[in-house]
């Protein structure tokens, strides 16, 4: 458990796209698992519980934004145009170089449950979407928010 940890916080070496956009994923469906039942909390432990989770998972999302940057051989600073809307599509998108680089060796292809993951995460926006769109309950549960 630790090994891995050290692996996802790792800002030596490079992440694929497919890399990338499966733990960015992976991520997002954990900070939802972790922060559901925190709901049933007081509100200021929940607070407490919410800044750090989200703490976490910034050095966690900033971590592998860097090896991304890596990927296509610019400097790790160059990760924070990630936090700019637009300009993060850059990021996201900019093919990796297919030569090894001065950040390391090619990233190994990605695994099958990593693909996997990536797949969802393309899809899910869409999902969501279309159940936004045409199921009466999801419009009406999102309204009372």
Known sequence: MIHCVKELLKVRGRANRTEFLAYLFLYGF?????AAPLRYLPEVLASVAT????????????????RRVHDFDEGGWFALLFLIPIANLYVL??????????????PPPASFPIRVAAFFSVVWPFVFL??????PEVRNYLRSW
């Open 51 to 66: 800044g750090s989770i989200l703490l976490a998972g910034a050095i966690f999302v900033g971590a592998l934004t860097v």
């Open 93 to 106: 998108f900019t093919p990796g170089s297919p030569i090894p680089n001065r950040f390391g060796e090619c």
């Open 30 to 34: 954990a900070l939802l698992v972790v």
């Open 130 to 135: 279309a159940a936004v769109l045409l199921v």
